[in-house]
């Protein structure tokens, strides 16, 4: 057997852009991005390393938000415009830098976005979920549910039917979007508290992924530390992230991707160009943003795509050296006896195309490179689990990944007054479904509305960009929107009078969660 063992879980996510005629805001490039880096290179990736018979291991995670503007027939649209305005400035950058040391990597930018577009376009037909589920079927991606929205779950201990609603809307979603039944449940923030396990157990859940701290933390250290699989008093699997795995590739200061070789992806000609030469892609005087298009090294002088290809080979060596020392280190502490040991890498997918542009030729070399051993190999959580015999019991200790390890950026002087507004109308929608359990017609709708408004308002992503100062002023206004159309509903309801302008519109806008019932929020 096989005792040392990579597991892989990737997530991914934007926040939800309403369904709007007007002018796309400039945060709809999450997206885009989101698409052209992350989903559409990953599965290049997976086509190459099946049709060279690679074996490759990796579970992933995509919220219900992401899927809901994937089908999108809207977005579809808008991520084709998006891909034809590229294409023509690259095409343009060509001729302008014909003949320079950087027409190469504008050939390698105008390849890149062709094939983004042939992908979408010819081999997947804009259906990009059905690719996910090709991989998931032959048994090489294993997918988690997760919450409707990424609410942070530990806020949310003292009204458990908020938690249930999330949890329900978000199983509902998957069972919509993807073919297989999902062992895992993702953790948005991957936040915990002691009790949550119950509620997820529930569900016919098997496992979940914890900070590493909730397990380091726990009221009974597991013995194997993250190396291995531990398990609640309800029987709900927990698997703790490595952190010293996460931070070789992603630590701000120390991660592989800040290499002097790997391109810099923060010097981008959408902050350096000036108006005319980026008139093919956005007008400039509605906000300037990236493009992708980037010139410079992280060191310093004109990029190199054959050294950061080179480095990106010799960092995936190094990862897997690292983990095989630790691993190989751990086993001798804890006996030859001791079950397979795990170190499992959690990493936003957007994150190994667009922060780190090399990002996916480092994953997929990891993959070849742990395919050719016989003393390691990447799975899939369930595989691995199987293979845990000895498992210890724990109770493990509130945390979250976010930076303070907590949630210091959720509740602060930028965002504070969202989650006390966000409590209240929770608080009031478990009220409405209770007073109105029966009601159907208009009145249905109007709940479901109600209920699709919260779930939106309980998003992290609001709090998180408002923290961050990241299109805060807009972050602030969905908030506030969010709220402001559940208490139409409430005060409607309360005074009898229903009105259907509002329901049609937020009905347009919000396409989502077609099966939205808002009796999951009945005690």
């Known amino acids: 057997m096989i005792k040392k063992t990579l597991l892989f879980i990737f997530h991914a996510h934007v926040p939800y852009i309403r369904q709007s005629d007007e002018n796309e805001p400039l945060e709809a490039a999450q997206l885009y991005e989101m698409l052209s880096y992350g989903l559409l290179p990953f599965l290049r990736m997976c086509r190459r390393l099946d049709s060279d018979a690679v074996s490759f291991k990796c579970a992933l995670v995509i919220s219900p938000l992401l899927c809901e503007m994937l089908k999108s027939s809207l977005w579809q649209e808008r991520y084709g415009v998006y891909l034809d305005r590229h294409i023509t400035f690259a095409q343009q950058e060509l001729k302008r830098t014909s003949g320079t040391a950087r027409e190469d990597i504008v050939r390698m930018y105008l390849e890149f976005l062709t094939l983004?577009?042939?992908?979408?376009?010819?081999?997947?037909k804009k259906d990009i979920l059905s690719g996910i589920n090709f991989f998931v079927a032959k048994g090489c991606i294993e997918l988690l549910a997760t919450s409707a929205t990424p609410c942070f779950f530990p806020f949310y201990q003292d009204m458990p039917e908020a938690l249930t609603a999330q949890i329900e809307q978000g199983l509902s979603s998957f069972r919509e979007d993807f073919e297989a039944v999902p062992a895992g449940f993702w953790l948005p923030s991957m936040g915990y508290d002691t009790g949550l396990d119950s509620i997820i157990k529930s569900y016919g859940i098997d496992y979940t992924v914890l900070e590493g701290q909730s397990f380091l933390f726990a009221d009974r250290p597991p013995v194997n530390g993250v190396f291995s699989a531990a398990i609640g008093e309800s029987g709900l699997a927990f698997l703790g992230k490595d952190s010293t795995a996460c931070a070789d590739v992603a630590n701000p200061e120390t991660g592989f991707y800040l290499h002097p070789d790997y391109l810099d992806t923060d010097k981008d000609v959408g902050f350096e160009f000036d108006e005319q030469a980026l008139s093919p892609l956005f007008d400039v005087k509605k906000g300037r943003r990236a493009t992708g298009f980037c010139y410079h090294r992280r060191g310093g002088?004109?990029?190199?795509?054959?050294?950061?290809?080179?480095?990106?080979?010799?960092?995936?060596?190094?990862?897997?050296?690292?983990r095989n020392a630790v691993l190989t280190e751990a086993m001798e502490l804890l006996g030859t006896d001791t079950d397979p040991l795990c170190s499992v890498s959690v990493l936003p997918l957007r994150f190994l195309g667009k922060t780190w542009m090399e990002g996916m030729r480092w994953l997929e070399a990891v993959f070849c490179k742990v395919a050719q051993r016989r003393d390691m190999q990447c799975a899939l959580p369930t595989e691995y689990l199987k293979k845990v015999r000895r498992i210890q019991s724990i109770n493990p200790f509130y945390a979250s990944n976010l930076p303070s390890g907590y949630a210091d950026e959720l509740i602060n002087s930028s965002n504070d007054w969202m989650f006390p507004r966000i409590q209240k109308a929770t608080e009031r929608m478990i009220d409405l479904a209770g007073r109105f359990r029966n009601d159907q017609g208009l009145k249905e709708r109007m709940l479901n509305m109600a209920a699709r408004e919260l779930l939106l308002a309980q998003s992290t992503d609001w709090p998180l960009m408002a923290d961050a100062q990241i299109s805060a002023d807009y972050a602030a206004a969905e908030c506030e929107e969010h709220l402001a159309a559940f208490t139409d509903v409430y005060d409607s309801l309360g005074s009898g009078s229903i009105g259907t302008d509002r329901l049609i519109k937020r009905e347009k806008e919000y396409p989502i969660f077609s099966d939205m019932n808002y009796r999951f929020f009945i005690s």
Do not use: M, S, V
């Open 116 to 124: 983004n577009r042939e992908d979408f376009h010819t081999r997947y």
């Open 301 to 322: 002088g004109e990029y190199n795509a054959a050294a950061g290809a080179l480095q990106a080979e010799k960092d995936a060596e190094r990862f897997i050296a690292n």
